[in-house]
């Protein structure tokens, strides 16, 4: 038996990201072609494909073989067939569909919640909606003579999503008494460039301000529809005489020109973006913005240090870029604009409300969107896939992956992200569980991470655990914690051991690997100290924030404990009794 290993948490590395969700699955669609489909005298097939650029192909692979599928399935559909057979038929596609659109995370925990029927909200609804945007291709070329078949199919995947939708379900409150008025104007003059939208502007309780549905909205309909010639991109840097003088500065990129410029535009009483920036807040309170109780306030926590590194890049960035810009060109970068307070407001509007667009021509660009960013983030969102111009209409488009009722905020995701992410750079802690919330951890154990030789083998890199309520089996050699990190800390305690059994070495190891997992986490409760509920009403928005975020961390701490110390009682059972026999 090796030595025991040593593991502490891993403090959050520092992301940059924007609101993209665009599914390769979307793609699939688009290169849909008669190979996805086969017809037969009886009837029809749809293939599903894990494709070998997927980044986690070896491991979703495995999980498919264990589920009795190979990474290309063939699906047989029967012209004859009744609607509760399609429906069956439909259930073998999300079985594989799921495994196929499943992230890291989600692979990671790979746990199918059988009593809810999916991995996840957003892996359910991009599951149903790829395979839907199949079947809609396949029946708008109307290229097949089994059409009755594939319409048989479309009508059950979309009663799947209802249903779903009515499963998961959100009511919000809408505070009828903030009256909106610049946000109704710049819809205005939205709609009078062509913008055309189903949603109204409205504040909506606990979330501000959002976008509620004018109308029930289905499967598919469009909410939102943003022409190009609104979105503020790279090319307004490009037509400005700013370009002239960022585009000879070496490394400087697209993303910052545009911040730069926006820093400026601003303030320009006849830009045609006016009704835009009159919209936006003249503080954002995200974690950029903590004040010194806030970051008191977050010791021993893992957004602590995500937001010191965040600022500390933003600083040194600005540092790189003033006050020499507005020394050598003043007219164009005038330093009552470029302050390092209005540097950050700037950072905050672009992590907060930017997005990545592809373009009609296929480049990725960095936009804001105006009236778009006020679709809020959800867990369980209404908009799954956005991301890309449509070159027919030269517009983005927002279409619902479910449906959403008149009265209804309409939701998108911004991405996979964690709250402590989501605090940092968006200034709101999700409403429900965030399966994302995860604590990173290494382990320093002076071997290999992969052991191939061995069934038990899973070949992860990193590894994580998360909030224990979320899994539903804490029976012996599962407790509610991640399998891998389990199989792996059991494999450096013995290579030889290739499966888990209720023999006396096997259990005793489970103790140890318990105990470990136990005295780390006791260790990081200690540093998170006692729970502080502030001062109530008169607690800043920004320490209240905190104060919500460390009790999450302690909550989730706690359920590793608790775990852990249930886990010690399965297993120091099965042992006497094991012992005793012996």
């Not at 986690?56 to 495995?62: A, C, D, I, P, V």
Request: glycine share 6%; aromatic share 10%; hydrophobic share 35%.
């Amino acid at each position: 038996m090796s030595s025991k290993p040593k593991f502490y948490v891993k403090l959050g590395q520092l992301t940059f990201e924007y609101h993209l969700n665009l599914s390769s699955s979307m793609a699939d669609v688009e290169a849909c072609s008669s190979r996805d489909s086969l017809e037969n005298g009886d009837g029809c097939s749809l293939v599903l494909e894990l494709t070998e650029d997927d980044l986690l192909f070896h491991k979703k692979k495995k999980l498919l073989n264990d589920k009795g599928f190979g990474v290309k399935e063939q699906i047989h559909l029967q012209s004859s067939m009744c609607p509760d057979s399609i429906s069956n038929r439909l259930e073998t596609m999300l079985r594989i569909g799921r495994i196929i659109h499943l992230d890291e995370v989600e692979l990671y925990f790979g746990e199918f919640d059988t009593q809810m029927g999916f991995y996840s909200p957003k892996n359910e609804l991009e599951t149903l909606n790829s395979i839907l945007a199949r079947v809609n291709t396949l029946l708008s070329r109307q290229m097949h003579k089994k059409m009755n078949v594939w319409q048989g199919l479309q009508a059950a995947i979309i009663l799947k999503i209802q249903e779903f939708g009515n499963q998961i379900k959100e009511v919000a409150r809408i505070d009828k008494n903030y009256t909106c008025e610049k946000e109704k104007c710049l819809v205005q003059w939205g709609e009078s460039n062509g913008v055309k939208t189903k949603l109204e502007i409205a504040y909506v309780g606990g979330a501000g301000r959002g976008a509620v549905a004018m109308e029930d909205l289905r499967v598919g309909d469009i909410a939102l529809e943003i022409p190009v010639s609104i979105i503020l991109s790279e090319d307004l840097v490009h037509k400005s005489d700013m370009y002239n003088v960022l585009g000879k500065i070496e490394g400087m990129s697209s993303e910052t020109m545009l911040l730069l410029w926006s820093m400026k535009e601003k303030h320009n009483c006849g830009s045609k973006f006016k009704n835009y920036f009159d919209c936006l807040p003249k503080e954002f309170h995200t974690g950029l913005s903590f004040g010194v109780d806030a970051i008191m306030a977050l010791e021993g926590t893992l957004l602590l240090e995500e937001i010191m590194q965040a600022k500390e890049h933003l600083r040194t960035q600005y540092d790189e870029l003033f006050p020499r810009l507005c020394n050598d060109y003043p007219d164009i970068f005038p330093p009552k604009f470029y302050t390092w307070e209005q540097f950050l407001w700037a950072c905050e509007l672009f992590y907060s409300n930017s997005m990545k667009i592809i373009f009609a021509d296929g480049k990725l660009r960095t936009c804001l969107i105006p009236i778009a960013g006020f679709l809020n983030h959800s867990l369980n969102p209404h908009i799954v896939h956005y991301g890309r111009v449509d070159s027919a209409t030269n517009s983005l488009k927002f279409p619902l992956s479910r449906p959403c009722n008149i009265g209804e905020q309409c939701c998108l995701s911004y991405g996979n992200f964690s709250t402590s992410h989501l605090i940092t750079f968006y200034g709101f802690s999700p409403q429900g569980d965030n399966r994302y919330d995860v604590i990173p951890i290494d382990i320093d154990v002076g071997q290999a991470d992969c052991f191939e030789d061995c069934p038990m083998s899973n070949c992860w890199t990193t590894h994580m655990v998360r909030g224990t309520w979320l899994s539903k089996n804490h029976n012996i050699f599962y407790y509610g914690l991640p399998s891998p990190l389990l199989d792996y800390l059991r494999r450096v305690r013995n290579p030889m051991q290739c499966e888990k059994t209720l023999q006396q070495p096997d259990l005793e190891i489970e103790l140890e690997v318990l105990e470990d997992l136990q005295s780390t986490f006791s260790n990081m409760m200690e540093i998170l100290g006692d729970t502080d509920f502030g001062d109530g009403e008169n607690t800043s928005w920004d320490v209240k924030l905190a104060l919500e975020f460390k009790d999450l961390q302690r909550r989730i701490i706690s359920s590793i404990l608790t775990s852990c110390s249930a886990g010690r009682s399965l297993v120091e059972s099965e042992l006497s009794r094991v012992m005793s026999k012996d």
